[in-house]
């Protein structure tokens, strides 16, 4: 055993109760007289022993204590921690991954998604959302990727496009900018 870890109040006391045994033990066995029924002595002789045992018994507790908490310390501040960066680590992995994949969706919808107001990335949500129809039956990626650009692309405003009348107006004014330049050939 290591008495490094006890006190030293706690190693005096084991000391003195371990010499106590001695000197009772220096005695002769109160067994080997058949004729002894002295109970005092008996006590005398078990006490010390008793002691000695109560203070192990108090140590081992304490050290119990000690080990639990250290084990505490490393499974929640240690292994959380890297679980957490292992998790995180993961997670923007697929998202790197679904960037690759539906960038020819999304990125054209994203400046929607900015203008709804949209907190994050848009492949973060996206993830999320994938991540948790995962367990649901029938799940269907592109599926929920096509529903979640159909809702995106509702709320982006239609442009119009210029009539073809307001083309040649502007197309009438670039060449009237022309012959006014000199023959400078903007076409």
Known sequence: MDLSVLSPEEVAELKSALEQYDTVAAQPEPMAQPEHADMDDDRQF????VQ???LLATANEEMSQKITLLEKIVMDDIIGGVREMYDGHIKTSKIGELKNKYANVFDPLEPAWKGEGGDGDIYDKLFNVIEEMKGNEGFDEAGEVNKMADELKGKIPKVES??????????AKIKS???KSKGLDLF
């Open 52 to 54: 000695a045992l109560e």
């Open 177 to 179: 900018q022309k012959d």
């Open 162 to 171: 210029p009539e073809p009348e307001g083309l040649t107006a502007v197309f």
């Open 46 to 49: 078990v006490e010390p022993i």
